[in-house]
């Protein structure tokens, strides 16, 4: 099954530039959580994108300058904790007008006035996102936006989100991954991406796709962020939600197992991931 999804990766042709491989805007990142909004981007520049630009708050914008080489950067209107404020609205949908996809969440922080422009950037947006992390804390309470978007919806959540998002045990969600993933991913009309071993992405018909990639040197700080930059990526290329996400989870895993076996689980952290990236994508086409 996974073969099929794959075979959609866009072939690169001789005569391109990098208008025609995507262009995502990642939305990420407070003080004390740039690394995340680095690993989304890098992501996205790693799975192919021909363009990346990261949003963040404008104090920190001189930090990411540094930290991203090949993407470039906007500095937003932020608030007094340094997270990005509820006021960066309007420029941050001017600005994705320009844009194919939007990765929304990476250390984004839960402030308050950062949760509120979230829901606000959910109505408005008529771009896919790929909305994870502290994205996902907005929609506590909030779900049924997600039935008023016009344009394709993916979440990523861990199994403590999901339990946020519907009200269930953690343990409930364990159990009963696929048939909770389909049923949300159904009634919300998005792609939902359940994380964890055993990874489910359910499309917004009810169908599931179970991966059988990753390993438990995996769970650590920031994989999150690579997978949200992976999928973004994909999806800004063509492809759509539900296979771009099966592709993203696919490949994401393959880089970790690859970095298992050259470095052992115990020791292993997102950069490594991104490091294995290309061998993992090399070796799938």
Same mark, same amino acid.
């Given at each position: 099954?996974?073969?099929? $999804?794959?075979?959609?990766?866009?072939?690169?042709?001789?005569?391109? $530039?990098?208008?025609?491989?995507?262009?995502?805007?990642?939305?990420?990142?407070?003080?004390?959580?740039?690394?995340?909004?680095?690993?989304? =981007?890098?992501?996205?520049?790693?799975?192919?994108?021909?363009?990346?630009?990261?949003?963040?708050?404008?104090?920190?914008?001189?930090?990411?300058?540094?930290?991203?080489?090949?993407?470039?950067?906007? *500095?937003?209107?932020?608030?007094?904790?340094?997270?990005?404020? /509820?006021?960066?609205?309007?420029?941050?949908? /001017?600005?994705?007008?320009?844009?194919?996809?939007? *990765?929304?969440?990476?250390?984004?922080?839960? $402030?308050?006035?950062?949760?509120? @422009?979230?829901?606000?950037? @959910?109505?408005?947006?008529?771009?896919?996102?790929? @909305?994870?992390?502290?994205?996902?804390?907005?929609?506590?309470?909030?779900?049924?936006?997600?039935?008023?978007?016009?344009?394709?919806?993916?979440?990523?959540?861990?199994?403590?989100?999901?339990?946020?998002?519907?009200?269930?045990?953690?343990?409930?969600?364990? /159990?009963?991954?696929?048939?909770?993933?389909? *049923?949300?991913?159904?009634?919300?009309?998005?792609?939902?991406?359940?994380?964890?071993?055993?990874?489910?992405?359910?499309?917004?018909?009810?169908?599931?796709?179970?991966?059988?990639?990753?390993? =438990?040197?995996?769970?650590?700080?920031?994989?999150?962020?690579?997978?949200?930059?992976?999928?973004?990526?994909?999806?800004?290329?063509?492809?759509?939600?539900?296979?771009?996400?099966?592709?993203?989870?696919? @490949? $994401?895993?393959?880089?970790?197992?690859?970095?298992?076996?050259?470095?052992?689980?115990?020791?292993?952290? *997102?950069?490594?991931?991104?490091?294995?990236?290309?061998?993992?994508?090399?070796?799938?086409?």
């Amino acid at each position: 099954m996974v073969k099929e $999804h794959l075979s959609k990766i866009p072939a690169r042709k001789e005569d391109t $530039h990098k208008g025609d491989f995507g262009h995502v805007f990642v939305l990420a990142g407070s003080r004390g959580m740039t690394g995340a909004a680095y690993l989304a =981007s890098q992501a996205a520049l790693f799975s192919g994108s021909g363009l990346v630009t990261c949003g963040v708050p404008s104090s920190l914008n001189p930090v990411m300058e540094v930290k991203l080489t090949e993407a470039m950067t906007i *500095a937003l209107p932020e608030t007094k904790d340094a997270s990005i404020a /509820r006021s960066a609205e309007k420029e941050i949908v /001017r600005f994705a007008k320009k844009t194919d996809v939007m *990765a929304m969440g990476p250390g984004l922080s839960t $402030h308050p006035d950062t949760g509120k @422009l979230v829901l606000k950037l @959910l109505e408005k947006m008529d771009k896919p996102v790929v @909305l994870d992390a502290d994205g996902l804390s907005a929609l506590y309470g909030n779900c049924d936006i997600l039935k008023k978007r016009k344009a394709p919806t993916i979440l990523t959540p861990h199994p403590g989100e999901m339990s946020r998002l519907i009200a269930k045990e953690i343990n409930v969600i364990r /159990r009963r991954r696929e048939k909770i993933a389909g *049923a949300f991913a159904k009634k919300y009309g998005v792609t939902l991406v359940l994380k964890g071993s055993g990874t489910v992405v359910a499309a917004s018909d009810g169908s599931t796709y179970t991966n059988r990639t990753g390993n =438990s040197g995996m769970s650590t700080a920031g994989t999150g962020d690579v997978l949200t930059g992976m999928i973004a990526s994909f999806v800004g290329q063509g492809i759509s939600p539900y296979s771009a996400a099966v592709i993203g989870v696919y @490949l $994401h895993g393959l880089a970790g197992d690859i970095a298992s076996r050259e470095k052992g689980q115990f020791s292993m952290v *997102a950069g490594d991931l991104l490091g294995k990236l290309p061998q993992a994508i090399r070796e799938t086409l």
